[in-house]
């Protein structure tokens, strides 16, 4: 390239740039309300996700509240390897696996054939009566949702017990034996979400092309064989991309939930990474070990989204940026 095609060609760059941060700064003006909406949600994230991050250091220190972060002693992996010491973080780790593993299992399944079940419905009043119904529970908390089970659940007059006590079956007590808590757990967390994460497969449903059916009518395929070569196939790709990327959330076994459920009865079987750092990090004051273990479980969950990303864009063609 000789000196004036250079020239011209720093001249087109300055120009773009020009027409660049004049096109960003008009853009900025016209749509200023958009971003003074999106404000106060930013400052909210930067405030609680990103204000505490400072805080990390605690995970390697003895953190002394009123030596503060500069004076507590440094400790460097200390609290890291105590967390392997103590049995009781193996099973807290072994607990979050079992119950989220489960829950991302039903919460695949169940959403799946209940959108199957659901496209089958040819009342359109009755269809949507029933996606009505299974969606509302998502909006309750389980503040509420706590205090029903614990109502419902109970062995002394408990509306389940009653129901089983008419079959001869003595009182379960769901809330407080392990494998019960377990279970308990996983079943009312899916009827809370599936009819929300039904959603996904029944988008991807609408997605089909009608003409595939009408093809398959005149080959004489019956509803059962249009689901199993055109509906089934065509849910296939959504269903790897919601699979693989569920496996970012394997330790996220739902602090609210358990939370509002669990009690000393059920530590055993029930007790998560999420409450065991709140009950050690917070209530019992050791901060630094509590911090370590958050810290632990936030940098495994990351490089799993990671993974899960990839084998998403590996599997599915699916890609966010």
Partial sequence: MDTAQQLTHDESLAHGGKKTTTAAKWNLARNWPLHMMVLPAFLVVVLFQYGPLPGLVMAFQQFKPWLGFMNSPFVGLDQFSKMWDFPQSRQVIANTLTIAGLKIVFHLTIPFLFALLLNEIRVIGYKRTVQTMVYLPHFLSWVILGGVL????????????????????????????????????????????????????????????????EAAVIDGCNRFKQTLYITIPGLLPITIVVGTLSLGNILNAGFDQIFNLYNPLVYNKGDIIDTYVYRVGLLSGDYSFGTAVG?????????????????????ANYRIF
Avoid: C, E, H
């Fill in 150 to 213: 614990l109502d419902i659940l109970s062995t002394d007059g408990g509306m389940v017990n009653q129901v089983l006590g008419l079959f001869g079956i003595k009182p379960v007590f769901f809330l407080g034996n392990g494998d019960w808590f377990r279970f308990t757990v996983i079943v009312s967390d899916i009827w809370k979400d599936f009819g929300f994460s039904a959603v996904i497969f029944l988008a991807a449903l609408a997605g089909i092309d009608p003409s595939l059916y």
């Fill in 295 to 315: 810290m632990f479980k936030s940098v495994v969950s990351f490089i799993l989204i990671m993974i899960a990303y990839r084998m998403a864009y590996v599997f």
